[in-house]
């Protein structure tokens, strides 16, 4: 049976280069040894009784069909978030705890009915569905744990329907929750659109799409600062966390991925070609 070797490189201004190599062997398990499992934990918030959570939404800075300055749409795009401030209870916030005790590392689903709440802080027509299809939901993790402190980490997918055919989706909204584990305290929460990428947002108008870049896209809890930062005892790489939450939205993330070195190298070792091709955006994310 014929299995694909496939490679990926990221080149500015192109996209995603994706290399094929054929090749008729199946794919190998990884060989990495089974880490010692770690002891379970449970995690709850009793303290505080409510937080204040305040939302910022910035405007379009960067786009390529400049969708935001056309007169007929540029209403739609002068952002102002729903609800500035709102108070969430401890009861709120525990969606995006375990249900179940759990090792750092584990990954489980975050009700969504639940979440929408939240985004609903943004604007009153907040969708945990893709109007195209596209990946839904939430997953979450304990990314570290110290002698104090435990940080849950959560990928959420939600879309914006900003006006009838005017589709808003966030590439993901990334979450990061601390807790004291002695007291069961929150000591920081947020969750936001990440920045690190040229283009952030999806923008779906009259089916015209566009990917385009928000500075702020963020929910931030007030809370007193963390007067000494956790020493980890055990954690999970925040790349391989990226990458498992992502898998869980992403199938082809589970591809075994080969540098363009090693396939070129596999091609011309089996006589195999190499096919290319190139997509605008990313591919791991809902931003294009």
């Known amino acids: ?89 401890r009861r709120d916030l525990r969606v995006f705890l375990p249900p179940h005790p759990v090792r750092v590392g584990e990954i489980w689903q975050v009700p969504e009915q639940k979440l929408r709440a939240f985004f609903l802080q943004f604007h009153p027509r907040a969708m945990m569905h893709m109007h195209d299809g596209g990946p839904r939901g939430a997953y979450a993790m304990v990314r570290a744990v110290s002698e104090e402190y435990a940080e849950v980490v959560v990928r959420v997918h939600v879309q914006f329907l900003l006006a009838p055919r005017i589709f808003f989706t966030p590439a993901q909204f990334r979450g990061r929750l601390l807790i004291h584990r002695k007291t069961n305290t929150l000591a920081s929460f947020q969750l936001a659109v990440p920045t690190e990428r040229t283009r952030n947002i999806d923008l779906n108008v009259d089916n015209l799409v566009d990917a385009v870049f928000v500075p702020t896209m963020a929910l ?60 605008f955006g990313s591919l791991d994310d809902q931003s294009c």
Do not use: N
């Open 1 to 89: 049976m014929m299995q694909p070797f496939m490679a990926w490189s990221w080149r500015a201004g192109v996209g995603w280069v994706l290399y094929m190599v054929l090749a008729s062997s199946a794919w190998a398990a990884s060989t990495r040894p089974a880490p010692k499992a770690s002891p379970t934990l449970s995690l709850t918030l009793e303290h505080p009784a409510s937080v204040s959570v305040h939302a910022t939404w910035s405007k379009i800075t960067a786009s390529s069909m400049r969708l935001e300055t056309y007169p007929r749409y540029a209403r739609f795009f002068r952002f102002c978030v729903a609800v500035p401030k709102r108070r969430y209870t």
């Open 220 to 279: 931030r809890a007030t809370l007193p600062p963390v007067k000494k930062q956790p020493v980890w005892r055990q954690h999970v790489p925040d790349e391989r966390v990226e990458r498992l939450l992502g898998q869980k939205f992403y199938a082809f993330l589970q591809i075994q991925w080969k540098s363009v070195k090693e396939a070129l190298r596999l091609a011309r070792k089996r006589k195999k070609p190499i096919h290319v091709f190139t997509v």
